[in-house]
């Protein structure tokens, strides 16, 4: 018992720290992505789940959310039917979504066993959180997603989950 209580008060703790990072990243100026960090990131490939490859450059040119997640991150994965439904809305749009599991392989590929997912989902493993950072994700947290618009720029990005209202003014933007 004295086990379960105490991490239950470290899972408290560790989300009022989430909530107040949070509170304090939203109000830090938004430092523009590199050239460089934009050549390099659609230049990437990324291995899907199933073993086949992600191309960035194949998804320029069109709506892109990108969403870091992981198995173990609770928001994560109670995010994902968001951006599953959001997809489903606008993918005749043109719009894409691509999710960069910050996982081992093996999870990510169990977790999409018992959830599977409509968009594509590459396995970034640890160095998803240093890719994160170049976007802007100062201390590596997650969720973290970034709109790209059509020409292939991020001009949105948030820590923590996407709610339905951040996805309708993401959508108006592109």
């Known amino acids: 018992m004295k ?13 009022a720290l989430a909530g107040a990072g949070v509170a304090w990243w939203r109000q830090q100026p938004v430092t523009a992505v590199t050239d460089a960090v934009l050549d390099s990131w659609w230049s990437l490939h990324w291995e899907s789940p199933q ?6 450059a194949a998804l320029r040119g069109r709506p892109l959310l990108l969403n ?14 968001r951006l599953d439904e959001f997809f489903q809305q606008h993918r005749a749009e043109g719009w894409q979504v691509l999710g960069l599991a910050v996982d081992q392989p093996s999870a990510v590929r169990a977790f999409l066993n018992r959830r599977p997912l409509p968009f594509p989902v590459g396995l970034a493993g640890l160095g998803g959180t240093e890719l994160s950072r170049q976007f802007g994700n100062r201390g590596g947290g997650l969720p973290f997603s970034v709109l790209f618009d059509r020409a ?4 949105e990005r948030q820590l923590g989950q996407l709610q339905p209202e951040d996805l309708r003014r993401w959508h108006q933007r592109v």
Do not use: H, K, N
Request: with cysteine.
């Open 3 to 15: 086990r379960r209580t105490a991490l239950t008060a470290g899972m408290a703790a560790a989300a």
């Open 152 to 155: 292939g720029r991020p001009i």
């Open 51 to 56: 073993g086949q490859s992600i191309a960035m």
């Open 68 to 81: 870091f997640w992981a198995t173990w991150c609770p928001p994560c994965v109670e995010e994902l039917p």
